[in-house]
């Protein structure tokens, strides 16, 4: 308000050079059309502006001719559209009497409730269950591998595989990619291969991130996956960034962006839901709801019901689906990415699921949930299942061809750390590399340093790190 005020008192005392610039301006006119007017240099585009600026604003009511005329016919053209009055004092609830409801199209067995959902051929159920499967047989081998000292750090995705695959089935390969961290499935499915996976984990030479960051910071500037980063949501704002510029470029695609419930809590996620709408920018913002921030339950996140009612709050299009239900994540996702691309309109999707694992390798998620709540959704609802249902009973697949793929699939996983175990690390020198054109001289200084203390202790330092 002081801000205001102090630049209302500045403008006030123009008033008066303006009104001598406005009887300028009829004479300016008249020499060139070339020539910027004194309320162009100004900054007004026209000298009409300039007294509308110092009036006050008036708020006009009109009447209803189609209504009789009392209070509850009154119209108030409010700016940012009409508001009808009323004389009933009346609370908006906190919460509505029924939850949003939740889109499903399979039920637990993989019986279709509906025809209502985009169908897909063969091929791509196929590659869907077999890129679900591949998900689940590397979560296992590489999370064994962090256990075993091999790897630093690892996080699961078990029971989010059909989040991961169905939507990023539904995408295009020109739409980018901003993950959270349980993502790496939309990476399998745009053709990342398991021995990339394993030397980003192992952080060698090979690693596109030359070994700089966490295990499972995963990012391929081929695939328009933009590269993890370790602090929650920060990646929501930039989603809606490169959405508008696509916008601004006339690009057939949209972004997406992937975050948890607790990334929903954060100041970031109402900044961009809020900037996405304004600017009608293209993104999909795709919120999976599994319940926990880690170990903090959504009853102490919010009292809101999920995220799904948050978009219209921001005027934004959302819809809640059944997380676990690959159909319905596929048909969702296919349907917010026609929404963003024709229309430029932001999508809030809120994806109901349940992590079945850990939060990552350094929790132990039993200390703040019931064993057996985390075994009946590993087991009864686990979407790899109800998906492989589904594609039985369309006579798609059958017990030789699920046998081999996962006998395939874990040998590739093993080769793939094996291979990378034995690449060499990154150079020294890439840790002060790609930031500065030219290092300034502390860096200089730290790398000098580091190199001296490695020469005098080697044997404090690993031998396949190159100095």
Known sequence: MALFLSKSRKL???KPKIECLRSINHHHTLLSSNLRTPFEILGLNHPHLVSYRFESTKAQTELNPTQSIHNDSQVLNFPGGKVKFTSHLNFIPETSEERVHCYRVL???GYPLTSNFVQIDKEVALKMY???VTLQTMDTIFYEAQRQGRISFYVTTLGEEAINIASAAALKMDDFIFP???EPGVLLWRGFTMQEFANQLFGNKRDYGKGRQMPIHYGSNKLNYITVASTVATQLPHAVGAAYALKMDAKNACTIVYFGDGGSSTGDFHAALNFAAVLDAPVIFFCRNNGFAISTPVSDQFRSDGVVT??????????????NDALAVFTAVHEARKIAVSEHKPVLVEALTYRAGHHSTSDDSTKYRPANEIEWWRTARDPVSRFRKWIEREGWLNSQFESELCSNIRKQVLQAIQVAEKIEKPPIKDAFTDVYDVPPANLQ????FIRETIRRHPQDYPTDVPV
């Open 12 to 14: 006030i005392c123009l």
């Open 107 to 109: 039920d637990d067995d």
């Open 130 to 132: 077999t890129d679900m």
């Open 180 to 182: 959270q961290y349980r």
């Open 310 to 323: 948050k978009g219209q709050g921001y005027g934004v299009r959302s819809i809640r689906v059944d997380g």
């Open 445 to 448: 200084e730290q790398e000098v």
